[in-house]
């Protein structure tokens, strides 16, 4: 928490950093990590069954890399960044198996949204102004941060997190991402809203008279609230926001900065013919200026067809056996959790057209969330469960 908080707002708040943070912070994790292995392993096991479909992709990066430093056309050393990200994997990973709940990482990843979301309001000079954190961080960047903290938020069980602080910080992070002016922030928290509220009525709660009163009585005010902004002009001041001007069509600079991608997406495919098999080496955006701001195309074209689908083939694979979870789910419970891990895969999706994930970590945290298949019932769950029900789970 202390890495990502440093990485993406102290040092645009306090106007500093914490020297070496990301390299402390990951000895002190991993140090951690290894004297707990030394009196419980539980858990190892699933995290080298997550962890493995990037270790082979690594190695396949690492292999092609030297094969092409041997002919001078590569430098080996831009590979190893991925080693970082592996070792994310790992630590959030092995957190999530032993806890048995995904629980410490979507408070994490809560936690990052807040701080973002709340640096990136008090920093803005307007509505109109489009928010840069630093200059290692974009505004499309912070968009991300705030919209993985909604999806966290649509997930996570606890008392703390009622419908009042769940209302709250999710006004906090669209404030944010207007302030942004982040279109593919915006697409992601549409698709977390419908499915967290598919979600929701997958639930298996019991509807009591009192919370049926309740639930009304919310729905009422939040009414009463918007048609006073409507009626009053309050919400008028959506036009004069960077991100209208941008889905209008209006911003001169997102006309630019479209017509940039469409022609590095362009140029991009060129390039991928060069090796179409191998590719041109991962990470290569180092020493040739063609940086997609695309998953897809820049494993396509870094390590070709053959890296391509040692990528993303356990990525597919997971997302059809979460749709089989889902469609032969025997009870409530069951639907959720696979509604949820598609609810994160579709997300994940979004990321991946409009940035290459493998090169920053945050969203290497969702990923690794996504992979892990953690114990979607709770303690408190299985206490009233059969022996028998408990064994088939």
């Known amino acids: ?60 990066c690492f ?27 790992i630590l959030i990973a092995y957190i999530i198996y ?62 703390f997190y009622n419908r009042y602080v769940k209302l709250a910080l999710n006004v906090l992070f ?9 279109r593919q922030a915006l697409v992601m ?24 009163v309740s639930n009304i009585c919310f729905i009422v005010i939040v009414g009463v609230i918007l048609i006073f902004l409507i009626t009053g002009g ?20 997102t006309t630019v900065s479209d017509a940039a991608r469409w022609n590095m997406y362009a140029k991009g495919w060129k390039k991928f013919w060069d090796a179409p098999f191998f590719g041109i080496g991962f990470n290569y955006v180092k020493y040739v200026f ?15 067809m053959f890296g391509f689908f040692i990528f993303f083939i356990p990525f597919l694979k997971s997302i059809k056996n979460n749709i089989r979870g889902f469609s032969r789910g025997r009870n409530n419970l069951e639907k959720k959790y696979f509604a949820e891990k598609l609810l994160i895969a579709a997300v994940l999706i979004i990321m991946m057209i409009t940035r290459s994930i493998v090169y920053y970590i945050f969203p290497m945290v969702v990923w690794t969330l996504y992979m892990c298949d953690y114990n979607y019932l709770g ?3 299985t206490v009233n469960l059969s022996p028998d029900e408990l064994k088939r789970i």
């Open 379 to 381: 303690k408190e769950e």
């Open 98 to 159: 032993n806890d048995e709940s995904p629980k410490y990482v979507l408070n994490l990843c809560i936690a990052v949204a807040v701080a973002a979301s709340v640096a990136t309001i008090i920093r803005s000079d307007s509505l109109y102004t489009r928010v840069e954190l630093s200059e290692a961080m974009s505004a499309n960047q912070i968009g991300m941060v705030c919209a993985t903290g909604a999806l966290a938020l649509s997930m996570i069980k606890s008392k």
């Open 234 to 253: 309050y919400i008028d001041v959506i036009y004069e926001t960077k991100l209208y001007a941008r889905l209008a069509g209006n911003s001169r600079s």
């Open 174 to 182: 669209l404030c944010a991402i207007v302030m942004t002016a982040s």
């Open 1 to 60: 928490m202390i890495m990502l908080l440093n990485m993406y707002c102290f040092s645009h708040v306090f106007r500093t950093v914490i020297p070496k943070c990301t390299e402390i912070t990951a000895i002190i994790a991993t140090g951690a990590m290894c004297l707990r292995l030394l009196t419980n392993g539980k858990g190892f096991k699933n995290v080298k069954r997550t962890v493995t479909p990037m270790v082979v992709f690594f190695v396949y």
């Open 63 to 89: 292999a092609v890399g030297v094969g092409l430093t041997v002919f001078g056309l590569y430098y080996i050393n831009l590979v190893y960044p991925l080693l970082e990200k592996i070792l994310i994997m």
């Open 290 to 304: 063609l940086y997609t701001h695309s998953t897809f195309m820049e494993i396509l074209i870094g390590t070709g």
């Open 189 to 212: 928290v549409v698709i977390i809203y419908l499915g967290g509220w598919i979600i929701s009525v997958l639930g298996d709660k019991k509807k009591t008279a009192r919370k049926m």
